[in-house]
């Protein structure tokens, strides 16, 4: 049940981040991967509802009750922290959007080494 509810969430986030950008949707999952404290766990889920928000997807990305039960109690099935959650959701995130991360991911690798040859002709 509780992972369940953690696939769901997962899912409504990958619903909004797919419709970003490459590079936007490659620095929002990096959000996520770098969430080391509680705070910028909450600051990622608060970003991805402004999206929503600003993407005119009709739902809300969660509840009040379901951001407290995703903060605070992981329910009888597993017993957690907030930072299996949070890789869980990583790799919920990872399973839908594989084929588009590596994309995004070659175009980043492809756009840095375009800026070294760049700044390397200015000497």
Same mark, same amino acid.
């Given at each position: ?12 986030? *990958? ?10 949707? =490659?620095? +929002?999952? =990096? $959000?996520?991967?770098? &969430?080391? /404290?509680? #705070? ?8 991805? $509802?402004?999206?929503?928000?600003? /993407?005119?997807?009709? /739902? ?7 951001? &407290?039960?995703?903060?605070?109690? #992981?329910?009888?099935?597993?017993? +957690?922290?907030?930072?299996? *959650? =949070?890789?869980?959701?990583?790799? =919920?995130? #990872? %399973? ?7 994309? &995004?991911? +070659?175009?980043?690798?492809?756009? %840095? $080494? ?8 200015? %000497?």
């Amino acid at each position: 049940k509780t992972l369940e509810f953690i696939k769901d969430v997962g899912d409504r986030i *990958v619903e909004t981040i797919e419709k970003l950008e490459d590079n936007k949707l =490659r620095q +929002t999952v =990096r $959000e996520l991967e770098n &969430a080391t /404290k509680l #705070y910028q766990f909450e600051n990622f889920f608060i970003r991805v $509802e402004k999206i929503r928000q600003q /993407k005119g997807i009709p /739902k809300s990305l969660l509840t009040f009750d379901e951001f &407290a039960r995703l903060l605070t109690s #992981y329910g009888e099935d597993i017993n +957690t922290s907030w930072r299996v *959650v =949070r890789d869980l959701l990583l790799f =919920r995130i #990872y %399973e839908k959007l594989h084929d588009r991360l590596i994309k &995004a991911q +070659t175009s980043e690798s492809e756009s %840095e $080494e375009e800026e070294e040859i760049y700044e390397g002709d200015e %000497e």
